[in-house]
Every structure is written in structure tokens, then in C-alpha cells.
């Protein structure tokens, strides 16, 4: 069953270029979907497009965003941002910049919950202190009085993991959850999210530009290229032989520990420029 | 210990300073042409009685010598006798320190509230001509200085629309059941409101004229910064919460971008108590800045010198209480 649709959106800066042309794809409940590209390539924008949360330089022009049967596009503000707060949840990229300097962690966490969701203080704390342990924080009483600046980056994403779950959102959206962290750290997290997302079967979309993230945590995945989808697979067959030259092309270009000698593969030059013809970007 | 350390240092420096602020003071004084004794006798005194008045005074000794006697009197605790009121000048000072005290309050007050205000309206509707009207009040405000506000007010709430007092602290015919100088707080504790009235009524004017420009720099400062805050992460992710605009303003930004403002008020209200003195002076309002302008059309030694300490130490623990709140908005400090 189709969670999240996203139809021919189309997105560009006010009085600029395009960002996103005609986008579409489709995350099913439960489902994982990967969305990669090359930096500038859109991907964080859809992420943006669906939390409502996009730049104010930035406009939606055309499209629909079909969140369980409802296009949060045609809904007033207020609503639409109630709504996707209740359902919805972010997994930021830089956990050092994602949690308020200053203020207490309980509070950052709990707030939702009381506020949006109509919670009672005492339910909302001990939601919280159960996801802290549940992403493996020691004393998470403890934690939930603390600052941001008295913890360590991968505790950070923890947190932030933890938080995203709070309301049992029904789609998550991670955006790069890995990329600023420490290498030795980004393994647990990833696998941390992947368990977490396992457990409480929530819609994930993950953006990334890593497809050996895309090959270990996502279902399926759609390939974008200058704000246009250029394809959209299931991962075992996109594995097994993507169909457009392009993500071929970026695929044979993810370095392989297995073969360290081989060298890196750049996207050719020619394979660059029949997708910009084809996707209309100058 | 981080808090007592920091006051118990703070008030080492602040021993410092006002040493310093009192050997200029007393030095400059002295040097500048001018003498009290002059002021004080009838045209045709002889010199035996210049002579003997200025030994009374103790003025024939060496600059030093009065330093010295004047110092080891004020460790004591003995500020020195006025010369044109004849009184102490410690008891003089105090008396109307309250009145200064609650006008740059209740300007600080204002300029506060009018600039906070202005800058949370401007970030909630940026980027539309609400805003545009925010920053040319802002920047009309702040291009008049405090003195030329003074005037403009007289004229338009004391001449022109005659609704406010232009003069004094208080109506002169009325009966005061106060037992300290604090009037506007007595009275507000003792529920006089048609007293608190008058008083406002009074100082409402001095009190604008003070915070106006003030106001127009708390409010391009603070709109600065929350705009900055605005664009950071943890900003974002709360929008994804589902939080309102001016929740997300207020509870997410607003603590973060306050800090910067704070430093500033923080030194632009000792200038605040700076404009006191001529605007007290503009409006006949009975504190420390006029009694300051006539102790130096006076020449009076001894009460010019107790007004400048005490501005500074008005002025060191402005900063003190800055560098405490800082201490307290900012978690970062906290644990130091």
C-alpha cells in the first residue's frame, strides 16, 4: 500500500532555475527507498518538498504530494504543517547543528508529543527515556537532562534517531544520517536506523549519495539526476544491472574494497552528456 | 565556584577601577580653571577672607595632600561635606540616586519591550513591507539622538498636545506618604495608583527620549539574529515537529539569538545613564544627572566627586549583572 506519492513535482528557486522537474516516486508503508545522486542533484530537496521546510527562496510550481491519501499541497498551512508533524519525521545530517544549544534534551524530545500529539508530560518522558534505550544510550534519565554541548557527536544521532521514532511517525525521511560522522561510527548507526526502522515498521526515505548505503539498508531506490528521476528500481535488480546508463555508470563509479587496485571510474563524459540532454538541463 | 569566583574577581577589578575613576576625577577637577571659593563670596571679599575660607576647606594644601585626606575619608566611608549645600555629600547622593535609578529602569524598560517586540514582529513577517517599516522607524530612531527626542516630546505631549508633564518628578502640591526616595516602586507596593499615575504622567517623557534610541538598536540587533537563528538546523527540524511560526520563534530562536543582543544593551544602557544627565536636566527631573551639572556650574569639589563614583559604580555593576545573565542564558558557560 502506497504511504507516500509523490506526482510530477516540480520545484524551483522564485524566478530561477528548476530544482526538482516533475519528480515522481512512490514509498509504500513500511517501505525503504533510497534516493541517490550527485550533490546538487535534488535529492535533499524532495526530503524538503514533503516536511514542508523548503527555503523561502524556493517555490513548489506543480505536482502533488499524496501523504495517505491526502495532497498536502492543497491543505492550509496550519494544517498541513500539524499534519506532517504528527506523521512525519526528519533524521537530520549534521547532529552537531540539529539539537537547540540551548536547551535540555528532555524537553527537545517531549515537546512534540505534548504539544502536537496531545500527550501528558509524564507518558511523553517515559516514551523518550524507553527510545533512548532503545538506540543503546546509557542512562537516558540521566541524558534527558543534559545539553547538546555535553555530548558526543554519535551520541547526538542517537538522540536524533530516537526523536525521529518518538511519535511513531509513519514515514521518516533521513537526510545523509551518516555523512557527518566519523566512519567508525556511521556502521552503527546505519545500523542503527535500519534496526529501528525493522522494528517499527515506519516508511523510510533515505537520501544518500553512498549506493553501498543504498545496497545494505533500502528496498528500493530512485536515481536522480539535476532534479529529475532517471530511474526508479528495486534494489536487487538495480544491483543486478541498472538500467540507465547514468546510474550504470554511477554505480561502476562506487570504489570496491574488494578490488583496491582498480582505481576510481568517473562518470565518462559522454554518459553525462546524454543524460543532461535527456533530462533538458543546459 | 565558578559564580563566586566570578564576582569575587569581578569585584577586585572593580576596586581597580574605581580607584582610577577617582584619582582622574580628583586630579582634573583640581586642574581645570574654575575655583569654589571664588563662587562663594560677595564681589569685594578681601584676600584674608579668600585666604581663610580656602584653608577651611583645606584647598591651600597640595593636590596630593587633598587627595589623600579625601581618599582615607571615603574608605570610611565619609564622601566629604558639599560645599554650596553644605551638607554630606554621601547622604545628598544617595538621596537622589532612586530617582535615576527608576527613570533609566523604566526607560531600559521600555526600549526593551518596544525593541523586542519589534524585532520578534519583523522576523515573523519578514521579507514584507511590515518589516521594511520595522527598519526605517528603526533607523529614524536611531539617527535623532536622545537630548533632540527630549525636545520633540516637550513639543508635541507638553505644548502642542498638553496630556503629559514636562517638568519635575512629581507633583509639587501633592502629599507623599513615601519613606524612601523610590517613589514609583513605593508606591506601587503601597497600591497608590493615582500616585504611580502622576509620577508615570511625569516621567514618561524623559523616560522615551532615553529609550527610543535604545529601542531602535535592540531591535535591528535582535531582528539580526533571530534572522541568523532562524536559518540554523535545530530551527528546521522543529519546523518539522509541526510547531507555529511564532513557537518556533520564540521557543527555538529566540534564547539562542538573545545573546548576542544582551552584551550590547548591556553596554548601550550604561550610555543610557550617561543621557540621564541632560535629559534630567531638559526636564527638570530631580536625580543625580541634574544635581551633577549644578555641582559643576558650582564648582562644587567634593559633590562632583561623589557623583562621578557613583556613576561608576552604577556603571561596573550594570556589566556585572550582564556577564551573570549571560552566564545564565548560555548553558555553554554554565559548567565552566
Known amino acids: ?282 | 565556584m565558578g559564580l563566586l569566583r566570578t564576582i569575587l574577581l569581578r569585584l577586585l577589578t572593580t576596586a581597580i577601577t574605581l580607584f582610577g575613576v577617582a584619582v582622574i576625577v580628583f586630579f582634573v577637577i583640581r586642574v581645570v580653571p574654575g575655583n569654589p571659593i571664588a563662587m562663594m563670596l560677595p564681589p569685594g571679599a578681601t584676600d584674608e577672607d579668600i585666604a581663610r575660607l580656602t584653608a577651611l576647606y583645606g584647598l591651600d594644601k597640595s593636590i596630593p595632600a587633598q587627595f589623600w585626606i579625601w581618599g582615607a575619608g571615603v574608605l570610611q566611608g565619609d564622601f566629604g561635606t558639599s560645599i554650596t549645600a553644605r551638607q554630606p555629600v554621601l547622604a545628598m547622593v544617595l538621596a537622589r540616586l532612586p530617582a535615576t535609578l527608576e527613570l533609566s529602569v523604566l526607560a531600559l524598560l521600555i526600549a526593551v519591550l518596544v525593541g523586542g517586540a519589534a524585532a520578534l514582529t519583523g522576523t515573523r513577517l519578514r521579507q514584507t513591507k511590515v518589516e521594511g517599516g520595522i527598519d526605517i522607524a528603526g533607523g529614524m530612531a536611531l539617527s535623532v539622538p536622545d537630548f533632540l527626542w527630549g525636545l520633540l516630546l516637550i513639543l508635541a505631549f507638553g505644548v502642542l498636545m498638553p496630556i503629559f508633564h514636562i517638568s519635575g518628578r512629581v507633583t509639587p502640591s501633592l502629599d507623599l506618604p513615601f519613606v524612601t526616595n523610590f517613589y514609583l516602586v513605593e508606591s506601587l507596593i503601597r497600591l497608590r495608583l493615582d500616585l504611580t499615575l502622576d509620577l508615570l504622567s511625569h516621567m514618561l517623557l524623559p523616560a522615551l527620549s532615553l529609550a527610543i534610541p535604545l529601542a531602535a538598536i535592540i531591535a535591528q540587533l535582535l531582528k539580526q539574529s533571530l534572522k541568523e537563528t532562524m536559518h540554523l538546523d535545530y530551527v528546521t527540524l522543529a519546523r518539522t515537529h509541526g510547531y507555529s511560526e511564532a513557537r518556533v520563534i520564540w521557543r527555538e530562536a529566540l534564547p539562542n539569538a538573545l545573546l548576542p543582543t544582551l552584551t550590547l544593551v548591556g553596554v548601550q544602557f550604561t550610555f543610557l545613564i550617561g543621557g540621564t544627565v541632560i535629559i534630567e536636566r531638559l526636564f527638570s527631573y530631580e536625580g543625580l544627572g541634574n544635581m551633577a551639572i549644578d555641582a559643576v556650574i558650582n564648582r562644587d569639589l567634593p559633590l562632583i566627586q561623589g557623583i562621578v563614583i557613583l556613576f561608576a559604580v552604577i556603571f561596573t555593576g550594570v556589566n556585572l549583572v550582564v556577564d551573570l545573565m549571560y552566564a545564565a542564558l548560555n548553558p555553554r558557560l554554565r559548567h565552566g
Open chain 1, 1 to 282: 500500500m502506497t504511504y507516500l506519492s509523490v506526482r510530477d513535482l516540480t520545484v524551483r528557486l522564485k524566478d530561477g532555475p528548476a530544482l526538482l522537474r516533475s519528480v515522481s516516486l512512490d514509498v509504500a508503508a513500511g517501505e525503504v527507498r533510497g534516493l541517490v545522486g550527485e550533490s546538487g542533484a535534488g535529492k535533499s530537496m524532495i526530503g524538503k518538498a514533503i516536511l514542508g521546510i523548503l527555503p523561502r527562496a524556493v517555490e513548489v510550481v506543480s505536482g502533488q504530494i499524496v501523504l495517505d491519501g491526502v495532497d498536502l499541497l492543497t491543505l492550509p498551512p496550519a494544517e498541513r504543517r500539524v499534519r506532517v508533524g504528527a506523521t512525519c519525521a526528519l533524521i537530520p545530517q549534521d547532529p552537531l547543528t540539529a539539537l537547540n544549544p540551548s536547551r535540555r534534551i528532555g524537553p527537545q524530545m517531549t515537546d512534540r508529543l505534548v504539544d502536537i500529539l496531545g500527550w501528558s508530560r509524564a507518558n511523553a518522558a517515559a516514551r523518550v527515556q524507553d527510545l533512548l534505550a532503545e538506540v543503546q544510550i546509557v542512562d537516558p534519565a540521566r541524558v534527558l537532562r543534559q545539553y547538546p554541548h555535553e555530548l558526543s557527536g554519535g551520541m547526538r544521532q542517537r538522540i536524533l534517531i530516537a526523536s525521529a521514532f518518538a511519535a511513531e511517525p509513519r514515514l521518516i525521511v533521513a537526510d545523509e544520517p551518516t555523512t557527518a560522522l566519523d566512519v567508525t561510527v556511521q556502521k552503527q548507526i546505519l545500523k542503527l536506523i535500519a534496526g529501528m526502522q525493522a522494528r517499527h515498521g515506519t516508511a523510510l526515505l533515505f537520501v544518500t549519495h553512498d549506493l553501498g548505503v543504498v545496497s545494505k539498508v533500502c528496498q528500493s531506490l530512485s536515481v536522480l539526476y539535476a532534479g529529475k528521476v532517471v530511474e526508479d528500481a528495486a534494489v536487487r535488480a538495480f544491483f543486478a544491472g541498472p538500467k540507465h546508463p547514468y546510474s550504470a555508470a554511477l554505480l561502476a563509479a562506487t570504489p570496491k574494497y574488494t578490488d583496491p587496485d582498480a582505481g576510481l571510474q568517473p562518470v565518462p563524459a559522454d554518459v553525462i552528456a546524454a543524460v543532461r540532454a535527456e533530462v533538458g538541463h543546459g
